[in-house]
């Protein structure tokens, strides 16, 4: 989630079930535990991408994941680029 987020850095999460659209959230790809903007929702699935968006592996590689792998909505700390 460069620029964002770096790596490395300390973030806290709030475990929730109401996200929507532009919400940033940790999130279960492939495995792994990965922090990227909830783009699109839709019928218990969302659609996730990365804000650096030329080195990212996302939603637009692996297509939409279901809500259920969301973990939580980052709540500290906020950042609004978007």
């Known amino acids: 989630m460069y620029p964002t987020y770096k790596e490395g850095q300390i973030i806290m999460i ?25 783009t699109s929702y839709d019928h218990g699935s969302v659609f996730l991408e990365g804000d650096n968006k030329h080195n990212s592996t996302d939603s637009r590689h692996k297509g939409a994941i279901p809500d259920r792998k969301i973990l939580g909505v980052v709540a500290w700390p906020k950042r609004n680029l978007k």
């Open 14 to 38: 709030r475990h929730t079930r109401n996200f929507k659209v532009g919400d940033v959230v940790v999130a279960i790809l492939d495995g792994k535990e990965v922090i990227k903007r909830i």
